[in-house]
């Protein structure tokens, strides 16, 4: 079974050294896949990201928008929503540096899960017990307040 997936990006920062591990993930070879990119910065410099998008390598793989206004990440990945027409969407964010197989743990998750669940939540490794709820609030920022 072939299955279409949309990895969409919500992104303020444009950073390269961030978004380029992401348009270079490689899909099993059952399934087709666009990335998604949503800049939400409208004064953001995206030439380099045009150039990807319409790069022969890239041509039909990368899809770029800008939003005209700052909407925030929930609203942007929204718009992303409104872009994608897969039957599967991946959201990353612009920070995130994905595993090279992310891919096709989640595309053998839709193999094996698809037709029981409506959709799958990334796996997070957290610290044992006792030491869960220290490290948790660390990583959350109220340890700095």
Not at 18 to 36: E, G, K, N, S, V
Not at 76 to 84: A, F, K, M, Q
Request: proline share 7%.
């Amino acid at each position: 079974m072939c299955f279409t997936l949309d990895i969409i990006v919500p992104s303020y920062r444009v950073k390269k050294e961030f978004l380029l591990p992401i348009i270079a993930l490689q899909p099993p070879a059952r399934c087709d896949l666009m990335i998604i990119i949503i800049v939400d910065d409208p004064n953001a410099d995206i030439q380099w990201l045009r150039e990807i998008e319409r790069d022969p390598m890239t041509l039909g793989k990368v899809r770029v928008r800008k939003n005209t206004s700052n909407l925030g990440a929930s609203r942007t990945r929204n718009v992303g929503l409104d872009e994608s027409s897969s039957d599967w969407v991946l959201f990353l964010d612009d920070d995130v540096i994905p595993d090279s197989q992310l891919l096709h743990a989640y595309v053998d998750a839709m193999s094996k899960y698809g037709a029981k669940y409506d959709g799958f939540v990334g796996v997070t490794i957290l610290p044992e017990e006792p030491y869960m709820y220290p490290c948790l609030l660390y990583t959350s920022d109220a340890a700095d307040e």
